[in-house]
């Protein structure tokens, strides 16, 4: 008695259990069928076989539906599987057909695919966003330094969400033509006068080109004057110049210098060889002597002359002031 109770209850537990499994696919299918979307009965249910969500795929089916667009079921379950979002691009689709906008399904999940918000691209194609460029610095023809922020409006363009390129080419880009554009300036107060030359030659560019968006306009929203970058490389040439000729001065300096030490040293020399010379006299003079080629009344007269040339040169040679008062 005790076995048939647990037998009942537990039969009751797996009745109750396959009666929510099965009503809660009837209920989706009845929503479908209530919603004029052709989804089977038997298809929600291989629908969890397949893991894939039934309630996901017959919501996204039913909103297609009630919007005039004909998904079929088999697509949007591939989508799922293939990792897409097929809410957002249920939407994306719903989005562009109200605007108008040629929007395909397998674009849709190409671009959903390729990492791209496609209902985010959607909005951008209806609504154009604003992108503000990084602080862009440049010099004119005439050395002065320019620093402009622009913001470039810009549309997302559906035939190229795919494969092209992102934002950051866009701001790169645009950078660039203002670079160009600032630097072929002949004055700085060219651009100052007129900014809005530089985003129409920027716009002329075609810098849109590969990218997933279409640059509707192109603003400057500020203009700034920066450096003297002119003034500041003749400066710095200058100054090179300058240490250049100081090198130069100093290598000069250092040779003079050595030429000077190398005379000193010849002086040094021949002074050397100046007396060297002077004590070679008293050795002839001895010589002279002991061979009887000079005698001694030579030698007093050669003595006297000696002294004849000391006095004179005292004579000729001017006295200092010492000399003249020893008192001072």
């Given at each position: 008695?005790?076995i048939?109770?647990v ?15 099965i009503?809660s696919?009837?209920?989706l299918?009845l ?7 052709k989804?089977?009965l038997?298809?929600?249910i291989f629908?969890?076989?397949?893991k ?9 089916k ?7 667009i004909?998904i ?15 809410g957002?691009v ?12 040629e ?8 671009i959903d695919?390729?990492?791209r ?5 959607v909005r951008?194609?209806v609504?154009p ?7 862009v610095?440049?010099m004119a023809?005439d050395?002065?330094?320019?620093r ?5 409006t810009?549309?997302?363009n559906i ?5 092209g390129a992102?934002?950051?080419t ?5 950078g ?8 072929s ?8 006068e007129?900014?809005d030359?530089i ?5 002329k ?7 997933a ?6 603003d400057?929203?500020?203009v700034?004057v920066?450096k003297?970058?002119?003034a500041?490389?003749?400066?710095d040439?200058a100054e ?11 290598e ?5 210098f050595?030429q000077?030490q190398?005379?000193?040293a010849?002086v ?5 060889k100046?007396v060297?010379?002077?004590a070679?006299v008293?050795?002839a ?10 005698g ?6 050669m ?18 002031d010492s000399?003249?008062?020893p008192k001072?």
């Amino acid at each position: 008695m005790d076995i048939m109770f647990v037998l009942l209850i537990i039969a009751g537990i797996i009745g109750l259990a396959l009666f929510y499994f099965i009503f809660s696919y009837i209920a989706l299918w009845l929503q479908a069928l209530v919603s004029g979307a052709k989804v089977g009965l038997l298809n929600i249910i291989f629908m969890r076989l397949r893991k894939v969500p039934p309630k996901l795929v017959v919501e996204s089916k039913i909103m297609a539906v009630k919007a005039g667009i004909e998904i079929p079921t088999d697509s949007l379950e591939s989508h799922f599987l293939a990792g897409g979002n097929v809410g957002r691009v249920v939407q994306a689709l719903i989005a562009a057909d109200k605007a108008n906008i040629e929007l395909t399904f397998n674009r849709a999940v190409a671009i959903d695919l390729a990492g791209r918000d496609v209902l985010e691209a959607v909005r951008m194609s209806v609504n154009p966003k604003i992108i503000e460029t990084p602080l862009v610095t440049a010099m004119a023809k005439d050395g002065i330094q320019l620093r402009a922020i622009s913001r470039v409006t810009v549309r997302a363009n559906i035939d190229r969400l795919v494969g092209g390129a992102g934002e950051e080419t866009i701001l790169a880009r645009v950078g660039e033509g203002i670079v160009t554009t600032i630097g072929s300036a002949v004055t700085h107060k060219e651009v100052l006068e007129n900014p809005d030359s530089i985003s129409k030659t920027v716009l002329k560019k075609g810098l849109d080109a590969g990218t997933a968006y279409e640059i509707l306009s192109i603003d400057i929203a500020d203009v700034d004057v920066g450096k003297n970058i002119g003034a500041e490389l003749e400066t710095d040439r200058a100054e090179a110049d300058k240490k250049i000729a100081q090198a130069k001065a100093e290598e000069k300096r250092a040779m003079a210098f050595a030429q000077e030490q190398e005379m000193r040293a010849r002086v040094q020399e021949m002074r050397a060889k100046v007396v060297e010379a002077e004590a070679q006299v008293p050795l002839a003079m001895a010589e002279a002597f002991r061979s009887g080629n000079m005698g001694i009344m030579d030698y007093y007269r050669m003595q006297n002359i000696s002294a004849d040339t000391k006095m004179r040169d005292q004579i000729a040679t001017p006295e200092s002031d010492s000399d003249q008062d020893p008192k001072k």
